[in-house]
C-alpha cells in the first residue's frame, strides 16, 4: 500500500516562502514519476511540478517556473516543494501523487495540504 503524507503548508504574506514537504511509503519508488497539484477553491486540479524518482528530472508549470524547486530525497524518501515568490494566485490546497513512470495518470495521492498567500 502506497501512502503520500504531505507536510508544510500554512499562511504567509505574499513574495514569502513556503516548503512542502511529501512523505511516500509503502514499497520503492525508483520508477516512480512524484508530482504536485494544486487546486484553489472553484478551479479544477492543475499541475505544479514532477521530478523522476530514478532520473532527478524534472517539469514545471509556467507559473511557478523560476519560483518553485521541487528536489527528491532517496534516504528520507520525500518529496519536496521550494516555494519562494510566493503570491495571492498561489493559494490552493497542494497534494503531492505518485504514478510509474510509464503511466499517464496519477494512481496515488496524498491527502493535501492548505497554503495561503495573503496580499
Known amino acids: 500500500q502506497v501512502q503520500l503524507a504531505e507536510s508544510g503548508g500554512g499562511l504567509v504574506q505574499t513574495g514569502g516562502s513556503l516548503r512542502l514537504s511529501c512523505a511516500a511509503s509503502?514499497?520503492?519508488?525508483?520508477?516512480?514519476?512524484m508530482g504536485w497539484f494544486r487546486q484553489a477553491p472553484g478551479k479544477e486540479r492543475e499541475f505544479v511540478a514532477s521530478v523522476n524518482w530514478n532520473s532527478g528530472t524534472t517539469s514545471y508549470a509556467d507559473s511557478v517556473k523560476g519560483r518553485f524547486t521541487i528536489s527528491r530525497d532517496n534516504a528520507r524518501r520525500t518529496v519536496d516543494l521550494q516555494m519562494n515568490s510566493l503570491k495571492p494566485e498561489d493559494t490552493a490546497v497542494y497534494s503531492c501523487?505518485?504514478?510509474?513512470?510509464?503511466?499517464?495518470?496519477?494512481?496515488?495521492w496524498g491527502q493535501g495540504t492548505q497554503v495561503t498567500v495573503s496580499s
Open positions: 501523487a505518485g504514478k510509474l513512470w510509464y503511466k499517464s495518470e496519477y494512481q496515488y
Open positions: 509503502g514499497r520503492t519508488f525508483s520508477n516512480y514519476v
